[in-house]
C-alpha cells in the first residue's frame, strides 16, 4: 500500500515521490531445497521505502490535442522507471507463538566482542527499477500496473548473510537463549541435528538482497496547468 505525488513534464517524462509500505516473509520449508530444509530458518520483514522515481513513457501518454507538431497521442501506454529510494526493514521469526526481531538478537555473533562481525543498519538504501503500463479512464483518473525491482546494499533482510554458523554457545552468553535458538532451526525438525556445525554453511556472503513490489494503482490529477499536474493513489 502506498502514496505519491508526480509531477509530468510532458507526455513522455514524469517524477514522483512516494511512501510504500509492503511484507516480505519466507521459509527454508517451503524451499524445495534439502540442504535450506535442513537449516529450518523463516522470517517475516515489513518495509516502508520512501521513493524518488523517474518515468519514462514508451508512448506520448495523454489525451489527443492538436497542436502545430500535431504529434499523435495515446490513452495508454508502458513506461520505464527508475530512481533512488530509502527503506527500513525489521527481520522477525516466530519462536514459541511470539514473533521476535532478529537484528537486536545478533543471529551471526554480532554482538559477541571480536567476532569481527558488525551489527546491519535497519534503514538502507535500494534502487528501484522496472516497468509498468498505464491507461488513461478520463482526463483525471489514470490507472496503473508496475512491477519493480530493488537492488538494495544489504544480505541481511532475512538476517541471514555469514556464510557460516557463529558458536551457539558465544551466542547464548551475550544475546541469551532465543539469539541461540534462532541462529539454528534444525534442531526443531524431527530427526535433526541437535546443534549446527560452527563451520557449517549458514549463508551466502556472495549475494546482497533483492525485494520486488507489484503494485496496482490509481491516480487522479488534483492540478492542470501548462501540462503539469499532482496526483496520488
Given at each position: 500500500?502506498?502514496?505519491?505525488?508526480?509531477?509530468?513534464?510532458n507526455?513522455?517524462?514524469?517524477?514522483?515521490?512516494?511512501?510504500?509500505?509492503?511484507t516480505?516473509?519466507?521459509?527454508?520449508?517451503?524451499?524445495?531445497r534439502?540442504?535450506?530444509?535442513?537449516?529450518?530458518?523463516?522470517?517475516?520483514?515489513?518495509?516502508?521505502?520512501?521513493?524518488?522515481?523517474?518515468e519514462?513513457?514508451?508512448l506520448?501518454?495523454?489525451k489527443?490535442?492538436?497542436?502545430?507538431?500535431?504529434?499523435?497521442?495515446?490513452?495508454?501506454?508502458?513506461?520505464?522507471?527508475?530512481?533512488l529510494a530509502?527503506?527500513?526493514?525489521?527481520?522477525?521469526?516466530l519462536y514459541?507463538?511470539?514473533?521476535?526481531?532478529?537484528?537486536?538478537?545478533?543471529?551471526?555473533?554480532?554482538?559477541?566482542k571480536?567476532?569481527?562481525?558488525?551489527?546491519?543498519?535497519?534503514?538502507?538504501?535500494s534502487?528501484?527499477?522496472?516497468?509498468?503500463?498505464?491507461?488513461m479512464?478520463?482526463?483525471?483518473?489514470?490507472?496503473s500496473?508496475?512491477?519493480?525491482?530493488?537492488?538494495?546494499?544489504?544480505?541481511?533482510?532475512d538476517?541471514?548473510?555469514?556464510?557460516?554458523?557463529?558458536?551457539?554457545?558465544?551466542?547464548?552468553?551475550?544475546?541469551g537463549?532465543?539469539?541461540?535458538?534462532?541462529?539454528?532451526?534444525?534442531?526443531?525438525?524431527?530427526?535433526?541435528?541437535?546443534?549446527?556445525?560452527?563451520?557449517?554453511?549458514r549463508?551466502?556472503?556472495?549475494?546482497?538482497?533483492w525485494y520486488?513490489m507489484?503494485?496496482?494503482?490509481?491516480?487522479?490529477k488534483?492540478f492542470?496547468?501548462?501540462?503539469?499536474?499532482?496526483?496520488?493513489y
Amino acid at each position: 500500500v502506498g502514496f505519491l505525488g508526480k509531477l509530468n513534464f510532458n507526455s513522455i517524462f514524469s517524477t514522483r515521490l512516494s511512501l510504500s509500505y509492503g511484507t516480505i516473509q519466507g521459509k527454508d520449508s517451503r524451499s524445495g531445497r534439502s540442504d535450506l530444509i535442513a537449516r529450518n530458518l523463516s522470517f517475516r520483514s515489513r518495509i516502508t521505502e520512501l521513493a524518488v522515481i523517474g518515468e519514462v513513457n514508451i508512448l506520448r501518454f495523454g489525451k489527443h490535442r492538436l497542436n502545430k507538431a500535431n504529434k499523435k497521442h495515446y490513452v495508454f501506454s508502458p513506461y520505464v522507471f527508475g530512481g533512488l529510494a530509502l527503506f527500513n526493514f525489521n527481520p522477525e521469526a516466530l519462536y514459541n507463538g511470539k514473533w521476535q526481531e532478529l537484528q537486536p538478537l545478533g543471529t551471526e555473533g554480532q554482538n559477541v566482542k571480536n567476532s569481527n562481525v558488525d551489527p546491519y543498519n535497519l534503514t538502507q538504501i535500494s534502487i528501484p527499477f522496472g516497468l509498468g503500463l498505464k491507461v488513461m479512464l478520463e482526463p483525471n483518473i489514470i490507472i496503473s500496473y508496475e512491477l519493480g525491482m530493488r537492488k538494495t546494499f544489504t544480505d541481511y533482510l532475512d538476517d541471514v548473510s555469514g556464510r557460516n554458523y557463529y558458536d551457539e554457545d558465544e551466542i547464548r552468553k551475550t544475546g541469551g537463549n532465543i539469539a541461540a535458538e534462532l541462529s539454528y532451526r534444525g534442531d526443531e525438525l524431527p530427526g535433526g541435528a541437535p546443534k549446527a556445525a560452527v563451520d557449517g554453511v549458514r549463508g551466502n556472503t556472495n549475494n546482497n538482497d533483492w525485494y520486488i513490489m507489484s503494485t496496482v494503482g490509481i491516480t487522479y490529477k488534483l492540478f492542470r496547468k501548462h501540462g503539469r499536474f499532482t496526483s496520488k493513489y
